[in-house]
């Protein structure tokens, strides 16, 4: 039995960080998170698909190819492409707000005289 790939994910969760780092707003939302891992487990599922039909055909010739069930390592495709790129997504939004509450903890607060005296005339 081949193994489960999990190029397709990698290149999808590149995708979505490249797009965010490209945006004006440095936010992932959850639609995103959610499309992005949906799209990477779909096409995950069609790729293990399409190897596990390949590898059928060389397993005659190649005998330490165990022959196992199509539909749970297509399951096992979609599961694991969905989990890469909702894993990474999500450990970067995770970060994203405790980094985010660290800097808004570091600006002092400027009290009415101050804000006065930065403000052009």
């Known amino acids: 039995m081949p193994e489960i790939p999990i190029i397709i994910p990698v290149i999808v969760a590149g995708l979505a960080v490249g797009s965010v780092i490209k945006s004006k707003s440095p936010r992932i939302s959850k639609k995103k998170l959610a499309s992005a891992s949906l799209a990477a487990g779909f096409l995950n599922a069609v790729h293990a698909y399409l190897l596990y039909l390949f590898a059928g055909r060389l397993s005659s010739q ?17 599961l694991a492409g969905f989990l890469i790129v909702f894993a990474i997504l999500g450990i970067a939004i995770t970060y994203a707000r405790i980094r985010r509450g660290g800097e808004l903890e570091e600006i002092p607060e400027l009290t009415s005289e101050e804000e006065s005296t930065l403000r052009p005339s």
């Open 62 to 78: 190649n005998l330490y190819i165990l022959p196992a069930s199509e539909f749970a390592f297509v399951i096992a495709s979609l």
